[in-house]
């Protein structure tokens, strides 16, 4: 049996040698179980690609896409997944903050019968308190506006069997949210707790811009809430408008007292204004991401696929060269 671990990078030099010696020193303690290790290099700007070149030209088992330029850790992830040939197929990041010895626990569970065994944070050392607060409270928000119960405190570090990977692989969304997918794919499913640690080295390739972008991927991939709040607000202003139709009126009426002044005005003006604004940009999203769908571009465009000694077909991208 096969076990593929797909490892998206991007400006990884200071750390992806250690990566591949934490992995390798891993896939040495395997019984019945043959590895490949799959980076997919997302248009990294340093030496990341030529080192792992440099690897792979020394073992067999490594095999490297490398994108045309950067198109995100989701579309790696999913670039990954699409080479996979595995019986089961591991997601984990280069920055070794997920321990590549926690698998271990992964397999036993995939072995036990399990379709997926998602990693489950019990600690965040080296990350901000704030950068914390707000992954805790999107995970929270996000379950209250997904139709999809989404695990809360999971990354991308998981197993999957081979029939999620070919589920994953049928769904050709381009805003991916690869984690919310596979609860979406259903199949047996599985926490396995464990304690993140620090960065090795290097930076975090996700700033607050890019974590924002993130969260609203996560939200408006799998809930049409937003839509349902846009219209909650319409109709609550609604209502507002019409209760102070019939106050002005009433004042004019029976107290022949007519307010004066702009206060009022603006403060409604501005009021209406500004929901207006909140629905049409809620809209305006969605509307893209139709847009974005439409086009139907493909996910990503690999610049070179090196390692691969056997012929694959890759639907999804256009290929370069092949080594």
Known sequence: MLLSIVVPCYNEEAVIAETIKRLSAFS?????????????????????????????????????????????????????????????????????????????????????????????????????????????????????????????????????????????????????FVRGMVSWAGFKQVALPYQRAKRFAGESKYPLSKMIRFACDGIMSFSAKPLQLAMAMGMGTSLLALIGIFYALFLRIFTNIWVEGWTALMIAVLFLGGVQLICVGILGEYIGRIYTESKQRPLYVVQEYFGFQEEITFSRSPVVDRK
């Open 28 to 176: 040495r303690e395997l019984n019945e179980l043959a590895v490949e290790f799959i980076f997919v290099d997302d248009g990294s700007r340093d030496a990341t690609r030529s080192i792992l070149k440099q690897h792979a030209s020394h073992d067999v088992r490594i095999r490297l896409v490398s994108f045309a330029r950067n198109f995100g850790h989701q579309i790696a992830v999913t670039a990954g997944i699409d080479c996979a040939r595995g019986d089961a197929v591991v997601l984990i990041d280069a920055d070794l903050q997920d321990p590549p010895e926690a698998i271990h626990g992964m397999i036993e569970q995939w072995r036990a019968g399990f379709d997926v065994v998602y990693g489950t944070r019990t600690d965040r050392p080296g990350e901000s308190t704030f950068k914390r607060a707000t992954a805790k409270g999107f995970y929270r928000l996000l379950n209250r506006l997904s139709d999809v119960p989404i695990p809360l405190d999971t990354g991308d570090f998981r197993l999957m069997s081979r029939r999620v990977v070919d589920t994953l692989k049928a769904m050709p969304e381009r805003d991916r």
